[in-house]
């Protein structure tokens, strides 16, 4: 059974995945800190030149940090098109290639996708 593009991605991000588990950064600790920054609030500092004072505001919408948080949850839920991202490796190019070769020299096999030309 052939192996495809996805699934050589995933074996290949499946070690940076239990990093992150063993180091505590799970999908549901994500999520809460996720959740607080779509709550985000700040508090500004002002000198008062009169007074001489530092003045503290009260807790104001942080709306900076609340609308990268937003665009990340569309991101994680997939509400935005997929990004394209290009893979480029010698290895795996040097791969395809000995792939190709194997496949010319083989008999009865089908041929491969990037073989077949579109029908649109």
């Given amino acids: 059974m052939p192996v495809t593009?996805?699934?050589m991605l995933k074996a290949a991000a499946h070690p940076i995945n239990e990093s992150f588990i063993r180091q505590?950064?799970?999908l549901e600790y994500l999520v809460k800190k996720l959740k607080r920054e779509l709550?985000?609030?700040?508090?500004k500092v002002f000198y008062d030149r009169r007074t001489g004072e530092v003045v503290y505001s009260?807790?104001?919408v942080a709306w900076d940090i609340r609308q990268r948080a937003r665009q990340d949850a569309h991101k994680l839920l997939g509400h935005y098109?997929?990004?394209k991202?290009?893979?480029v490796d010698p290895a795996t190019e040097?791969?395809?290639e000995i792939l190709r070769e194997i496949h010319q020299n083989a008999k009865g096999l089908p041929p491969l996708p990037s073989q077949v030309e579109d029908e649109d």
Avoid: S
Avoid at 39 to 43: G, L, M, S
């Fill in 85 to 87: 991202h290009e893979i």
């Fill in 58 to 60: 009260k807790k104001l």
């Fill in 94 to 96: 040097f791969l395809a």
């Fill in 5 to 7: 593009k996805d699934e």
């Fill in 81 to 83: 098109p997929a990004e």
């Fill in 24 to 26: 505590g950064i799970t």
């Fill in 39 to 43: 709550n985000a609030k700040e508090v």
